[in-house]
């Protein structure tokens, strides 16, 4: 079993900055991938950006150059630092873990997740 909790969501005008965490236990933190997904009202949950145990990351699309994840293993804890914030960042993001050492970019191949974090940006 993987405990996850999220933290450091909050209000922030357009163009600023958030740090979210998730701090894990439950289980070697760092034989497992980490990732944050997010979900905006009435659409579907989105992969954000993942980390492998090994420090490989990946990003989607919408966020990259803009987000970085990354994974302190000595404190079981990722972070995604959210730069140059635009409204249609506003969800409430999730940190999971999937149990490999694969970077995973689908929701599917998660085993765990936290209960999430609401982030607001406003224009």
């Known amino acids: 079993q993987v405990q996850l909790v999220e933290s450091g969501g909050g209000l922030v005008q357009a163009g600023g900055s958030l740090r979210l965490s998730c701090a894990t236990s439950?289980?070697?933190?760092?034989?497992?991938?980490m990732g944050w997904f997010r979900q905006a009202p009435e659409k579907e949950r989105e992969f954000v950006a993942a980390v492998s145990w090994s420090g490989l990351s990946t990003y989607a699309d919408s966020v990259k150059g803009r987000f970085t994840i990354s994974r302190d293993n000595a404190k079981n804890t990722v972070y995604l630092q959210m730069n140059s914030l635009k409204p249609e960042d506003t969800a409430v993001y999730y940190c999971a873990a999937s149990i490999t050492i694969h970077v995973r970019t689908t929701a599917t191949n998660y085993d765990y997740w936290g209960q999430g974090t609401q982030v607001t940006v406003s224009s």
């Open positions: 439950g289980r070697t933190f760092s034989s497992v991938t």
